[in-house]
């Protein structure tokens, strides 16, 4: 099993450094790559793919696949589809291997919202991004009340490259336009 080559965290203030981040992600990202998702409901989960979505160019409409399992989301131009899979609900890798993953994995990005734990086997090199709203939320009166909407809050994002795909050099690369993609929209100026 590989371990965690790289790690990168930072505080998003509100959704939109949610969707630059994502955004900036997404341009870096290449067929083949896996990305997993964690984070409590209304994390932004949803927001950072469907902004990833924009970083990859493909065709709008991203929305949870809650009860459909998967999406595929076709590139606008050369670049790769964008499937999009909710794992929730599956119990383990057996369930994952249902979905055939493997035969899409080569020419595609794959972004597993509740994936940790159940899609590692899929590849030797992924992504695994945890959205914490937790972190920096203030204290609620019914904890056991969970929105699915969205919140428009701080919330921690962190970051681990595994395996070979990001290499130092690679993962370099990606943390440099994460922070610029941040900045620039704490500054209010467009990322290049």
Not at 28 to 50: N, P, R
Not at 71 to 88: F, K
Not at 128 to 140: F, G, K, M, Q
């Amino acid at each position: 099993m590989s371990k965690a080559n790289q790690e990168f965290t930072c505080q998003l203030t509100d959704l939109a450094h949610t969707e630059a981040l994502g955004q900036a992600l997404g341009e870096q990202l290449i067929a083949g790559d896996l990305v997993i998702l964690t984070g409590a409901l209304g994390a932004g989960k949803t927001t950072l793919t469907q902004s990833l979505g924009i970083g990859l160019n493909v065709r709008e409409g991203i929305i949870s696949p809650t009860f459909v399992l998967a999406r595929q989301h076709p590139s606008l131009g050369e670049g790769p589809t964008l499937i999009h899979v909710d794992a929730y609900r599956l119990k383990d890798q057996n369930d994952v291997d249902t979905l055939d993953l493997e035969s899409t994995l080569a020419e595609s990005v794959t972004v597993v919202e509740w994936g940790l734990g159940k899609v590692e086997h899929l590849t030797d090199s992924r992504l695994e991004i945890v959205l914490d709203r937790e972190a920096n939320a203030p204290a609620v009166d019914n904890p056991w009340e969970e929105s699915e909407e969205e919140v428009d809050e701080p919330r921690e994002f962190t970051l681990k490259a595994i395996g070979p795909r990001w290499d130092s050099e690679n993962f370099a690369q990606l943390k440099d336009n994460l922070r610029s993609a941040i900045n620039a929209q704490r500054t209010g100026e467009k990322h290049a």
